[in-house]
């Protein structure tokens, strides 16, 4: 099994991208019972990265991974960031799961609570505010930002599927797109951190090269931008696409396959935020 090829003596936890951050998956109970029987077999901790848990578009079930665990203990961590679209209010936890007190032992805990006491510019006013925020937001604010999300997919899938060299992946949660490039068919680029790039100057559009989370030929979308720009964002990455396929230059070349699992489970490790952005053609930006 691939996962357990990874763990060797300087091995200290898995981490666990559910929903994933960039791929969109949504691991079922089985998947999961999966990767705890390496861990255990291991003795492996996991730290279990849940930002997205209330993200999962209709028809997906989120299961929490202590929930399925009987012995591996879990660090769980959450917050408010995605959920409530509020990224800059920096409000989260750390959920110790730990049945047979291995963390205790091992000093986890008390670690986890140095390092709390070492952060000197917690949100103070989010953190007296947060019992507002879990009982007076309404439902419907929820049911609409996962409604928004799962169009917002829908429209991104259907306009790239037919962009020349490219292979979107339809995700099933959180508020991310990965895109496949054959790069094979895009001679003029060394890679997709070079496509990315000739993209940013010549469209004005960002997409996060897959490179930052330790895997290759795929860009990232995000998907909270409105509908609007995200259509012109898909029609101008068609049009680059269009401006610069050549098959008939392409190599022997056999694409990645089973990406969804692979990829997340390579990226967890790298995983790390920024914003894809679209802005105008004219406009003077940064990549």
């Known amino acids: 099994m691939h996962l357990e090829q990874q763990i060797d003596a300087s091995t200290a936890a898995l981490v666990v991208s559910n929903p994933s951050n960039p791929c969109g998956s949504v691991y079922s109970r089985q998947h999961l019972r999966d990767i705890l029987q390496v861990a255990r077999a291991k003795f492996v901790p996991v730290i279990a990265d849940e930002i997205y848990e ?24 959450s917050g408010i ?21 291995i963390f205790e032992t ?16 917690s949100n103070t006013l989010v953190q007296g505010a947060l019992a507002s925020i879990f009982t007076r937001t309404p439902e419907k604010f929820f049911q609409d930002t996962i409604m ?15 962009a020349k060299g ?14 496949g490039i054959n790069m094979a068919e895009f001679p003029d680029f060394a890679s997709e951190l070079n496509f990315v790039e000739q993209m940013v100057t010549e469209e004005s559009v960002f997409c996060l ?15 909270t931008v409105p509908e609007e720009q995200l259509r012109e964002a898909c ?16 190599d022997s070349h056999k694409g990645n396959t089973d990406v969804v699992e692979t990829c997340t489970s390579n990226c967890s490790a790298a995983l790390r935020e920024s914003r894809d ?11």
């Not at 960031?81 to 007190?101: A, N, Q, S, Y």
């Not at 986890?108 to 006491?117: E, I, M, P, T």
């Open 54 to 77: 209330h993200m999962v578009f209709p028809g997906q079930t989120f299961h929490p991974l202590a929930s399925v665990s009987d012995d591996v203990p879990i660090l769980a961590c």
């Open 106 to 121: 091992a000093g986890v805990r008390a670690g986890l609570q140095r390092l709390s006491q070492r952060i000197l510019g």
């Open 277 to 287: 952005l679209i802005v105008p053609k004219d406009a003077s930006i940064s990549p």
């Open 148 to 162: 928004t999300l799962q169009c917002h997919a829908n429209i991104a899938y259907d306009m790239l599927k037919g």
């Open 81 to 101: 960031t995605k959920r409530f679209l509020v990224p800059g209010w920096r409000m989260g936890w750390i959920t110790i799961h730990d049945r047979h007190g």
């Open 235 to 250: 029609h101008r990455i068609t049009a680059f696409c269009k401006r610069y396929h050549r098959p008939e230059d392409a």
């Open 166 to 179: 490219l292979t979107p992946l339809m995700p099933k949660g959180a508020m991310y797109m990965m895109v």
């Open 209 to 223: 090269p897959s490179k930052c989370f330790d895997y290759t030929n795929y860009m990232r979308l995000v998907l």
